[in-house]
Nanobody, 113 residues
Framework: QVQFVESGGGLVQPGGSLRLSCAASGSISSIYAMGWYRQVPEKKRELVALIRGGATTNYADSVRGRFTISRDNGKNTLYLQMNFLKPEDTAVYYC???????WGQGTQVTVSS
């Protein structure tokens, strides 16, 4: 089973940018759909961006136009480019296959001045 390690989180000011990476332990070329999720305390984990085979993408309304999900099958890596960050984007961000798999540790994103 492919495992994923998220990285790239940190503290950023409102309006700033971060690029999250999700490194897979094996090939992701055969994984049809992968997504970035986020979670804040006392709230359910939500899907914020999804990418399917053929590079079809979907975004939550709250991030559409600001976030971009992409995948590099050659590097076995999933990315989330986050621009124009807002305090409400503060959360732990996770990557995972749409179906199956398990949750990793995620990476903390904090947007604050």
């Amino acid at each position: 089973q492919v495992q994923f390690v998220e990285s790239g989180g940190g503290l950023v000011q409102p309006g700033g940018s971060l690029r999250l990476s999700c490194a897979a332990s094996g090939s992701i070329s055969s994984i049809y759909a992968m997504g970035w999720y986020r979670q804040v305390p006392e709230k359910k984990r939500e899907l914020v961006a999804l990418i399917r085979g053929g590079a079809t993408t979907n975004y939550a309304d709250s991030v559409r136009g600001r976030f971009t999900i992409s995948r590099d099958n050659g590097k076995n890596t999933l990315y989330l480019q986050m621009n124009f960050l807002k305090p409400e984007d503060t959360a732990v961000y996770y990557c995972k296959t749409l179906t199956g798999g398990s949750w990793g540790q995620g990476t903390q994103v904090t947007v604050s001045s």
